[in-house]
């Protein structure tokens, strides 16, 4: 499929200075409220949060259009208009992990992550701390409604009423009748009064078992950078949102993603398709991550095993 898209601009420097700055009004504090005041309030509020994220909130669209193809892959992965040009009917098999964008599904080949990236195991968990040198926590939301009062359009905007995913403001498996996957939302924690721009998210997968009509495909087996591969930019909206935490969500800074792992098939597919992640949120010298799975049977068109863990 093609779209094309007007490239956001970055965010402009200062921009979340302003935004912890004394005297301004953010998440419905007083004007009067000065910055220390305004930190604290950060650790402890149930206010409500901006669903686009305190930095994205400063954004604005350039008028430079940027041609995209967002293809139907296997799906793997800022304020973007995107409009889309429909694309042919998916391919039987191919699977989204994070969903692509930028290149025709033809011309996608996936790169293994070298021997220096992460593997499709969590490592140790730091102990948490309130440095902005690191992270403190991170976690993964597999069922119940999304927080932040996001949904799964709000992460892909470019994907909304298109069939590749279904119930998009809650966690959890679900089958399209013609897609079978899972709704999965990644968060991490930091201090508020540390930087967001201090921190970027990854994403691994590894594809344990992927057979398609007994015939052992070309992946499995392999572990690859799932973010890098779907061509989308992690650095910003819409795929990274950003709010406040408190109420149902940790205290604290809550930087996140969203992913909703998919197969497709039709009505006489035979798939096994097992597929492990680790997201992980990076800080200047530590790190949090945090492990997920999705197991698919098909057998005959017919979905018999779909389970997100």
Request: hydrophobic letters at 30%; one cysteine or more; proline letters at 8%.
């Amino acid at each position: 499929m093609h779209t094309f898209a007007e490239k956001p601009k970055a965010l402009q420097p200062g921009s979340f200075a302003r935004l912890m700055a004394p005297g301004r009004t953010h998440f419905g504090q007083t004007h009067a409220m000065g910055s220390s005041l305004h930190v604290q309030r950060a650790e402890t509020s149930t206010l409500s949060r901006h669903p686009g994220g305190a930095a994205a909130a400063f954004q604005a669209n350039s008028a430079e259009p940027i041609a995209h193809d967002l293809i139907p892959a296997t799906h793997d992965f800022g304020m973007m208009q995107v409009f889309p040009i429909w694309a042919p009917a998916q391919r039987q098999g191919r699977g989204i992990d994070i969903p692509i964008s930028g290149a025709p599904e033809e011309e996608v080949v996936d790169q293994p992550v070298g021997s220096g990236s992460a593997s499709g195991t969590t490592a140790p968990a730091a102990p948490q701390s309130d440095s902005c040198e690191q992270p403190r926590s991170m976690h993964k939301l597999t069922s119940g409604p999304f927080l932040g009062g996001l949904t799964m359009d709000s992460y892909y905007p470019d994907l909304r009423g298109r069939g590749y995913y279904d119930h998009p403001g809650t966690g959890g498996a679900f089958d399209t009748g013609s897609r079978a996957g899972a709704n999965i939302q990644l968060y991490g924690v930091i201090p508020s009064p540390c930087l967001p721009s201090q921190f970027h998210l990854e994403q691994t997968i590894k594809r344990t078992r992927f057979r398609i009509n007994g015939v052992v495909h070309e992946e499995e087996g392999k572990t690859f950078d799932d973010i890098a591969k779907s061509g989308r930019d992690a650095s910003r909206a819409p795929f990274r949102q950003e709010f406040l935490g408190g109420g149902d969500a940790p205290l604290g800074y809550i930087i996140s993603m969203a992913d909703p792992p998919s197969t497709g098939y039709n009505a006489t597919s035979n798939i096994e398709h097992d597929r492990d992640f680790v997201t992980t949120l990076v800080g200047p010298s530590g790190r949090q991550s945090v492990s997920w799975s999705l197991s698919t049977r098909i057998s005959g068109g017919s979905v018999t095993r779909n389970v997100l863990t």
